[in-house]
């Protein structure tokens, strides 16, 4: 994973609402925008924001059904995020406090 893409996916974690919403996804295969606006107590719009800040990262798509949109988490940018946070652990010894 690219240094780039790492941290553009740090950025769309960094808000509470993005990883609520993420948790909300994770509970079920799929939730309808509804669902989501239900379970924040957020504007709309706001909450319209954070899943395209998702999105944009890659770790939820968004499918049109009906009059709504149904959203769902990317397994793959997740676990993505996952390996390359465990390669960087991986490469680097544990820092005793000392100077290196």
């Avoid at 996916?9 to 606006?37: K, T």
């Avoid at 379970?39 to 939820?60: D, E, F, R, V, Y």
Wanted: charged fraction near 20%; aromatic fraction near 4%.
């Amino acid at each position: 994973m690219e240094d780039e893409h790492i941290a553009a996916v740090a950025r769309a974690l960094a808000h509470p609402a993005r990883v609520r919403i993420l948790r909300l996804l994770a509970a079920q295969d799929a939730c309808r925008g509804a669902e989501i606006f239900a379970g924040l107590p957020l504007a709309q719009s706001t909450i319209s924001q954070h899943l395209a800040a998702l999105k944009k990262a890659g770790l939820m798509r968004a499918t049109p059904r009906g009059t709504g949109m149904v959203y769902c988490i990317v397994p793959d940018g997740l676990a993505t995020l996952a390996c390359a946070l465990e390669s960087l652990v991986a490469e680097y010894p544990e820092c005793d406090g000392e100077e290196c």
